[in-house]
C-alpha cells in the first residue's frame, strides 16, 4: 500500500448528471476526510469520517452531496444533479490517531478527482 | 473558527536563493498545530513541516523551516538553497480542537533559473 488513491482521476459529466468518487485511504489509517478545491483556491473541509461512522460535516455539504465509508474502509462521495458550481478538485486524505502521526495530525492526500459540469 | 491567512498570492526567488512565505493565523483554541503543504501541478498534497503550539523550538525538516512567532501568531515557511523544482502552490493549514485542517489561500511560488 503505497498511498491513498483516488478514482476517477477525471470526471467530465453535464449538468443534472449523477456522479461519484471514490477513495481507497492507507490500510491501518481509521480517519477519512473529503476536501473540495477550486481553482486558485485552498482546499475546503467537506466531511470527515472515523471508522464508519460520519462524525464532521461542512455547511458546504449541501442535500446533493452524500458521503459513505460503510466498512470504515474505502470511502465514496457521490454528487446529485451536478451543477456547474460543483466543478473542482475533490480532494480525499487519510489520518491514524495511532501512531506516529497521531501527535501532529497530519493528513496524508490522494492526488484528487478532478470533476468538470458541462 | 479558525482563519489563515496567506498574503503573497504569488512569489518569485532565484535559484539557489532562500525564500520566505508568509503565514498568519487565527484561533480560540489553546492547543493547535501548524503545517505546510506542498502542492505541484499534478495536484497532489504533499506535507512538508510541521509545528505544534507548544513546540519550544522552530521545526527544521532538510531545506524546511517553519519561523514559528506564536505572539504575532504567525507561522512563516523557509526555504533555503530554492529549485527548480520547488516551484509550486504552498499551502499553510492549522488543527485545532477539531479534527480537520483549516487551510489558507496558498501561495504560488516561482523559481528562476
Known amino acids: 500500500d503505497t498511498g491513498v488513491s483516488q478514482d476517477p482521476r477525471h470526471k467530465i459529466t453535464k449538468r443534472g448528471q449523477n456522479v461519484t468518487f471514490r477513495c481507497d485511504p492507507i490500510?491501518?489509517?481509521?480517519?477519512l476526510y473529503w476536501y473540495r478545491q477550486t481553482l486558485g483556491q485552498g482546499p475546503e473541509f467537506l466531511t470527515y469520517f472515523q471508522n464508519e461512522a460520519q462524525l464532521e460535516k461542512s455547511r458546504l455539504l449541501s442535500d446533493r452531496f452524500s458521503a459513505e465509508r460503510p466498512k470504515g474502509s474505502f470511502s465514496t462521495l457521490e454528487i446529485q444533479r451536478t451543477e456547474q458550481g460543483d466543478s473542482a478538485m475533490y480532494l480525499c486524505?487519510?489520518?491514524?490517531?495511532?501512531?506516529?502521526?497521531?501527535?501532529?495530525?497530519?493528513?496524508?492526500f490522494g492526488e484528487g478527482s478532478r470533476l468538470t459540469v458541462l | 473558527a479558525q482563519k489563515i491567512t496567506q498574503t503573497q498570492p504569488g512569489m518569485f526567488v532565484q535559484e539557489k536563493e532562500a525564500v520566505t512565505l508568509d503565514c498568519t493565523y487565527d484561533?480560540?483554541?489553546?492547543?493547535?498545530?501548524l503545517f505546510w503543504y506542498k502542492q505541484p501541478s499534478s495536484g497532489e498534497m504533499i506535507f512538508l513541516i510541521y509545528q505544534g503550539s507548544y513546540d519550544q523550538q522552530n521545526a527544521t525538516e532538510g531545506r524546511y523551516s517553519l519561523n514559528f512567532q506564536k505572539a504575532r501568531k504567525s507561522a512563516n515557511l523557509v526555504i533555503s538553497a530554492s529549485q527548480l523544482g520547488d516551484s509550486a502552490m504552498y499551502f499553510c493549514?492549522?488543527?485545532?480542537?477539531?479534527?480537520?485542517?483549516?487551510f489558507g489561500g496558498g501561495t504560488r511560488l516561482m523559481v528562476k533559473p
Open positions: 486524505a487519510s489520518s491514524s490517531n495511532r501512531g506516529p502521526e497521531a501527535n501532529t495530525g497530519e493528513l496524508f
Open positions: 493549514a492549522m488543527t485545532g480542537a477539531g479534527n480537520m485542517l483549516t
Open positions: 490500510s491501518e489509517h481509521n480517519r
Open positions: 484561533t480560540s483554541d489553546p492547543s493547535y498545530g
